[in-house]
Nanobody, 117 residues
Framework: QVQLVESGGGLVQPGGSLTLSCVTSEFAFNYQVIGWFRQAPGKEREGISCIHSHDGSTWYTNSVKGRFTISRVSGKNTVRLQMNSLEPEDTAMYYC??????????WGRGTQVTVSS
């Protein structure tokens, strides 16, 4: 069972940007939908974006539309999440996984994003 690997989190000031990366298997990258979800302490898991391999179509939850962009990096089996105009409410552990919610599988250890001044 292949686990996806997330990276790119960190501490950023409100209004700042971060780019998260998710390394997948070749099969997952070429044939499955890859999604990002986040979970903050004491809160439920929240699906935030996903991208479909067959046509590149994307989905975003309302709270990140216009601020986050999901993309595929061909040749690297990598899905990226560009996050701009970050807000303190975006603070959470971010995970990538196979699926577009509400069910996910094969997520990795996650990468922490903290938005604070």
């Amino acid at each position: 069972q292949v686990q996806l690997v997330e990276s790119g989190g960190g501490l950023v000031q409100p209004g700042g940007s971060l780019t998260l990366s998710c390394v997948t298997s070749e099969f997952a990258f070429n044939y499955q939908v890859i999604g990002w979800f986040r979970q903050a302490p004491g809160k439920e898991r929240e699906g935030i974006s996903c991208i479909h391999s067959h046509d590149g179509s994307t989905w975003y939850t309302n709270s990140v539309k216009g601020r986050f962009t999901i993309s595929r990096v061909s040749g690297k089996n990598t899905v990226r999440l560009q996050m701009n105009s970050l807000e303190p409410e975006d603070t959470a552990m971010y995970y990538c996984a196979i699926g577009c919610g509400p069910e996910y599988k094969n997520w990795g250890r996650g990468t922490q994003v903290t938005v604070s001044s």
